[in-house]
């Protein structure tokens, strides 16, 4: 049984990681801390554990083989840097760091230490992004030339979002920091290795930080991505696109469909394909990991998580600086 320190409720999906980590049947939670002591001692008191006020004491407990890590995002360098040096698993929230140079830190801690680190990309693992990978790497669509990538919901616009939200000192960005991190990381599995960036965001209803937000990369392939988040949008659906010479995917809330040169001999219209089962949730690949010791699952390293904070750095200084940014 693995045993679980909670770090901090800040993240919306705090919560949910409890409650996976408790249904896996495989892990318990022993404690809880939180930068905010009246919020972490209520959700101990919740969960029925252990709330410790002080980060170092937690991490130094006998009972906490692991952390899941759900800070505010400009704290992960330090704490998961500490989580590291006191010999604990992490699981992390995305985005690892708001820089490159605070991904370093993390990572030489880790690799130090020799701990499993996972980071959470959910949609790594959903059905429509294993079979388009799948079908991209098959060369079923010619030369793939564009891929982009829809993720966006009504946040600011029907207010469901907390107020700390929207705080750049703890959120480290707004609409692509948090949401737009999904696009990002997708882009990089199905495209490869970046090569520039260009981004614009802005804030239609007035909050602190963009709420809608476009970047565009070109990746060294050749392919060019699209990644479109924002807080701001009613009833947006999930839609992923993949345009090829030879063919061409559309996925809109999980749902594929795909016409190539292929599939046009027997039918002139999309064709919905079979697509496997979706993987065990980025959690649960953690908890196992940790318990089997076989390391950091795959598209869940440190590599991955640094590509994807590489993005997001170079997404907001070029939308700062109104440039395109070389990688």
Request: proline share 4%.
């Amino acid at each position: 049984m693995l045993r679980i320190a909670m770090l901090s409720k800040w993240h919306v999906h705090a919560a949910g990681y409890a409650r996976d980590a408790i249904a896996s049947g495989k892990a318990v939670i022993t404690a809880i801390w939180d930068e905010d002591a009246l919020r972490g001692k209520d959700w101990a008191d919740e969960l029925n554990v252990d709330f410790e006020p002080d980060l170092d004491v937690l991490l130094a407990r006998d009972d906490v083989d692991a952390v899941i890590c759900c800070t505010p995002t400009t704290m992960h360098d330090e704490v998961l840097v500490k989580a590291a040096e006191a010999g604990k698993h992490i699981f992390t929230e995305k985005a690892l760091s708001t820089t490159t140079e605070g991904c370093k830190k993390i990572s030489d801690a880790i690799i130090r230490n020799d701990v499993t680190f996972t980071i959470s990309y959910p949609q790594l693992y959903n059905k429509p992004t294993k079979f388009i990978k799948q079908y991209i790497e098959s060369d079923k669509l010619g030369k793939v030339t564009t891929v982009r990538i829809r993720n966006a919901h009504s946040g600011v616009s029907n207010g469901w979002l907390p107020e700390y939200w929207f705080e750049e000192k703890d959120a480290g960005g707004g609409a692509m920091m948090d949401l737009g991190c999904h696009p990002m990381y997708q882009l990089v599995y199905l495209c490869g290795k970046p090569k520039r960036i260009s981004a614009l965001f802005n804030s239609p209803l007035g909050s602190k930080v963009d709420e809608n937000a476009v970047s565009i990369i070109e990746f060294e392939n050749g392919i060019i991505g699209i990644s479109e988040t924002g807080f701001d949008s009613y009833s947006s659906p999930h839609r992923l696109e993949v345009y090829g010479t030879d063919g061409t995917i559309i996925e809109e809330d999980w749902k594929l469909k795909i016409k190539t040169k292929d599939t046009a001999e027997i039918s002139d219209s999309f064709i919905e394909p079979k697509s496997d089962e979706a993987d065990a949730s980025p959690l649960n690949k953690f908890i196992d990991a940790c318990i089997n010791k076989t390391g950091t699952p795959d598209g869940l390293d440190l590599e991955a998580a640094t590509a994807l904070t590489l993005l997001l750095e170079n997404a907001y200084i070029s939308d700062k600086t109104n440039t395109t940014v070389n990688l």
